[in-house]
């Protein structure tokens, strides 16, 4: 099953990408504008998914970890930056944040451009300097010369040591021009006045009978041809005099039918530009140049039918499930075939892309960019190469199973709010985002991986819902809509969860939602043991959030929500996970929060969790029965998740280091006994055993069944009633 549109996997991914990628050796200027450039996407990827103020964007540790994989200046500079800047003060509480290191980070990649454009600058030579070069001659250095075509398996030999005699170096002769058409060497293709005279048909006959290239008109195939010199009219590398007749040659007439799937919408918004760019499709000596979606959102690569059918692609039959953000499910049976695509410039640079799917269902939208426009608009733009491209359709969306060819290689260039930015991928650069000056071509906004049906088949939809709800016994709409997972995760809760006694208080205790056929977990103690050495260097810096988090750790272990366990104990383990942990501060109040999706050995817990289904009474249906009645009730449940047990052969997989501060000693073990914030599938199960618990005792007790079931979202009570009694 495919997925599309899933931000809190997106957000995550990219998160877990870049805190375990490796780390930028001293001197790297590009590893550096890389490390830049994945810092700025992720915190622009934080910001629009789940807000500024989002705990991701202001967690210190992220920093911390980030700043290890850069040399030791730069951890330095950055601490010097804080304290001009005032993001770190004496006495406060305040720590430096994601949004901080990425701003840190382009100021330094701009320094870094400007120093060494200023380094590759030649002094200028004195006069004492230019009579010693005149009075004595260096020997020089003897080197071989290659010419490129293109960029796969080049190498550069080696320098030859100094020769005694300087050698005798011939000048290079130009190239003597060429007419294939006159077959002279007077005038080129584009000055011949005979060939500019002969109309497109005749030009393309010409190259067809003679089998000529359509980019050069010469002696060899388009996939040969080192043409290097772009068309004055569109970009494209082909002369100027066969513009027309290569436009020809690469142009597909594309029927559209009624049942099509468009991938995105067809009615385009027009004042959103998606990121396209031109690329050259190739298959052995086929090609075809034509425009390519990147789209990060989507996990599959997709390419349609009329660029399979003129690249000649052979594949293995498939049949894809997609699901749209509207939970839409569309069986989609095509195949999966390999191709390779380049830049429209550079077409030497080829990646390859293995299973894409195509299907004759598929369609993508028309695409417009106002490149000129744009520039003038919008001043970050101007020097950056963009080419215009009016109602073209593309022939290639490439998703994040490529995110070589969709991710930035250089940083994000961006203007004002609300704005167009420009971004630098493999495949050259596109622009991404609204643009004011454009106008609406359509009342309706678009959305990316949408699928529309047809009346009649919504009709039979609904319709069908409608059989499935209205039978005897009754069904509930939610159980009724469930997905698979959900379904698993209803399962495990009904099968595996059962009522134990804490100091003689019985409680529920509910299963971690195990994803089916999820994988043995381990990630020792030296997984996370880097974390809390960092975060004990922090805290030794604050003694007062040091005191905090000690009172924080003690009040767990002082309600047995986290007991200590021996050595013994972890070894005997089938399984353990250990969790990273931080203190996070928020309107006055610190509270130690667990990261269980802390990634160790490409495996996370949440990953291999379910969320399982939302047992709560939607919020809206909540605060409107608030409002019907005249007393209002209002409630909560005081620590609702650290109210529900966990089962023993669950409690292995939520371990955690600490040591009071006390780095002489090692570090104590702690493992969670309790339901802990964080973990994917807690407000399923809290939710679960507060349901299962009025259920269970439902007899007399009917309005608080109606209350818990109606009444609460989550750990929130709203209800009103029409009098006090």
Known sequence: MQRYGQPRQLVQGELNAILNAPAVKAGDYQGIEDFAAAVGTLVGMLSTMQGPTSAELQCGSHVDTLLTKLPVNFRDAFAEYCFTRGIIQSGSDRTYTLPDLSEWLERKVQTLQVSRRIGARPPEPTHADSREHRSVKQPRVKSATILLGNHQGAQQPNPAPPS??????????????????????????????????????????????????????????????????????????????????????????????????????????GRVMLKVVPVRLHNGKKTLSTYAVLDDGSERTIILPAAVHHLGLKGKEEILSLRTIRQDKVQVKGATVSLKVSPLTKKGMKHDIQHA???????????????????????????????????????????????????????????????????????????????????????????????????????????ESLWKLDTLPFRNSKEVIRSGEDKAAMEQLEQKTIRVTVDGVPRYATPLLRKPNAPTLHAPSTAVMALLRATE???????????????????????????KIDADQVSRSRESWFLPHHLVSHNGKARVVFNCSFNYQQACLNNNLLPGPTLSAPLLGVLLRFREQSVAISGDI???????????????????????????????????????????????????????????????????????????????????LQSHY
């Open 164 to 269: 005694s005699t300087p050698p005798q170096f011939k000048k290079r002769d130009r190239f003597k021009p060429y007419c294939p058409y006159c077959n002279n060497q007077e005038h080129y293709l584009n000055a011949c006045s005979d060939f500019v005279k002969l109309t497109n048909n005749a030009k393309a006959d010409w190259i067809k009978e003679r089998k000529r290239c359509w980019r050069c008109g010469r002696g060899h195939t388009s996939d040969n041809c080192t043409l290097k010199k772009p068309c004055s009219t569109c970009g494209e590398q082909h002369l100027s005099v066969l513009h027309d007749v290569a436009q020809t040659e690469t142009v597909l007439t594309v029927s559209t039918s009624p049942s099509m799937i468009y991938i995105d919408q067809i009615s385009h918004s």
């Open 357 to 463: 799917f195509t299907a004759a269902e598929l369609n993508l939208a028309e695409q417009s960019c106002a490149a000129e426009n744009l520039k003038r608009s919008y001043q970050h733009l101007r020097d950056i190469p963009l080419l215009s491209y009016n109602k073209v359709k593309p022939m290639l969306l490439i998703g994040s199973d490529n995110p070589h060819l969709i991710t930035p290689v250089s940083p994000v260039r961006s203007g004002p709010i609300g704005g167009p930015v420009a971004v630098c991928t493999a495949l050259g650069w596109a622009v991404q985002g609204p643009a004011t000056f454009l106008q609406h071509s359509s009342g309706e906004n678009s959305c990316l991986h949408s699928s529309f049906l047809s009346p009649s088949e919504e009709l039979h939809q609904h319709v």
């Open 638 to 720: 005081r620590g609702m998740f650290h109210q529900v047990r966990l089962l023993p052969e669950d409690q292995p997989l939520l371990r955690f280091l600490w040591r009071d501060g006390e780095k002489e000693h090692s570090p104590d073990v702690y493992e969670w006994r309790v339901l802990p914030f964080g973990t994917t599938c807690s407000p399923c199960c809290a939710t679960y055993a507060l349901q299962r618990h009025v259920q269970d005792h439902s007899e007399g007790n009917e309005d608080v069944v109606q209350s818990v079931l109606q009444s609460f979202y989550v750990d929130n009570c709203l209800q009103s």
């Open 537 to 563: 260097r922090r805290l030794a810096t604050n003694p007062e959030q040091s005191s905090v988090y000690n009172e924080e750790i003690n009040k767990l272990e002082k309600a047995g929500y986290a007991v």
